[in-house]
């Protein structure tokens, strides 16, 4: 065989190995939760701030909150997938 095709087949098998991996399956599955619940909410916390704020201010204040639920979110995932381990 070629050096092309054993890459080709190591690759196939270390993507086939990830994906039938269980933490990496129920990583995948809570991240995606996470990130559809929070772009669907962001736009509504966009017009509640929208409401409080002028508009050259509401989007440094909105971001802040963005971005402390993004860092919390995700280090609550990885508690939860490496708890066990």
């Given at each position: ?53 002028e ?13 402390l ?16 381990t």
């Amino acid at each position: 065989m070629s050096d092309k095709s054993v890459d080709r087949h190591t690759y196939l098998q270390t993507l086939k190995s990830l994906l039938t991996n269980r933490n990496f399956a129920l990583l995948l599955l809570s991240y995606g939760i996470n990130a559809g619940v929070f772009y669907a909410i962001s736009p509504l916390l966009n017009q509640i701030v929208l409401l409080h704020f002028e508009v050259s201010s509401a989007g440094t204040v909105f971001n802040i909150p963005a971005y402390l639920y993004i860092i919390l979110s995700d280090f609550a995932l990885f508690l939860l997938v490496y708890w066990d381990t």
